[in-house]
């Protein structure tokens, strides 16, 4: 039997059964397992348990700190590094040999992940998508999710689900790769991305408005990949026609057509995703910087100004 590794497990759920028993299979080599569900009414916490991992539930009360900030604040862990799973994800054998040996080094508080994302059983390896870097394994006091100023808007979710984190020291980038397939079908995609676009249309509203960035990863040109996206992003959202560009860019210019079929539909899914994300950021300019609501609020001329052309 292959030694446990010194490193805790985080996993935010809710209703998982599909995807969990692949994801805690993958990651009985982690010393121990929190799983942080919000009130499953599916198998997820009988699945959990018969997998030994810790089940703790969170209740969001709506406000700042969503599920992974809360369990970072909350959770006893009993180990210096936290390695944050998402249900639909997987670490291979490959990866946890390599992160046995990459937390013994000193000179790192932390290393990002890079994901291999599949769709419709196809891995996209085009379209942008990978590599997909995301910083997951880290010293569980170093780091932090950044707050974006988001959680006001409803039917976002409990957890943070694009936010970065923010670590203090060094950080580094491991060579093997987690994978991603959510094993659930359409329906839940589509879904789970009508949330994010609430959450999209937020972050879209803030950088035209010149909210304030700080606790943030911030946008820098010249910094890590992470930070050159959130600048590439404050462009972005000034620009006209998004739902096309979004289309051409990942399936001609990033040429996600060699992703065959899969990768079309996922091209497709992204346009229409985009074009959510502009129909909600117009709702916010037109009812005061709120969604789902009844009553329409003035906006300033000088605000609808600034924001100009949201849909195209």
């Excluded at 959510?276 to 789902?292: A, D, F, H, M, P």
Aim: aromatic share 14%.
């Amino acid at each position: 039997m292959l030694s446990k590794i010194p490193v805790s497990v985080l996993i935010p759920a809710k209703n998982e059964q599909a995807n969990l028993p692949a994801c805690l299979t993958s990651v009985q080599r982690a010393d121990e397992v929190f799983i942080v569900d919000s009130q499953s009414t599916d198998k997820s916490a009988e699945i959990a348990k018969s997998y030994g991992a810790n089940i703790v539930q969170f209740h969001f009360n709506g406000r700042w700190p969503k599920k992974k900030n809360w369990s970072l604040d909350n959770l006893p862990f009993r180990n210096e590094w936290v390695l944050i799973v998402d249900c639909d994800e997987r670490i291979t054998p490959e990866l946890w040999e390599e992160i046995a040996k990459a937390i013994q080094n000193d000179q790192y508080t932390g290393y990002y992940l890079n994901r291999r994302v599949f769709f419709l059983g196809k891995w996209i390896r085009h379209g942008g998508k990978y590599p997909d870097w995301n910083l997951r394994l880290f010293k569980h006091k170093q780091g932090r999710y950044e707050n974006l100023n988001t959680e006001d808007i409803p039917n976002t979710g409990d957890n943070e689900v694009h936010e970065h984190v923010i670590l203090s020291g060094q950080v580094g980038y491991l060579k093997n790769d987690m994978l991603h397939e959510d094993f659930r079908d359409l329906f839940h995609w589509l879904e789970r991305h009508n949330r994010y676009s609430n959450w999209e249309a937020r972050v879209y509203f803030n950088l035209l408005t010149g909210k304030d960035d700080s606790g943030t990863i911030g946008a820098n040109l010249f910094g890590d990949a992470v930070q050159r996206k959130r600048f590439l992003k404050k462009v972005w959202v000034r620009l006209p026609f998004k739902p096309f560009l979004r289309f051409v860019l990942f399936y001609i210019i990033q040429r996600g057509f060699l992703d065959g079929k899969a990768g079309y539909i996922y091209a497709r899914l992204l346009s229409q995703y985009e074009y959510q994300i502009g129909v909600k950021l117009y709702e916010l300019r037109s009812c005061g910087g709120q969604l789902n609501t009844t009553t329409s609020k003035s906006v300033p001329s000088s605000l609808t100004q600034e924001i100009g052309q949201t849909v195209s």
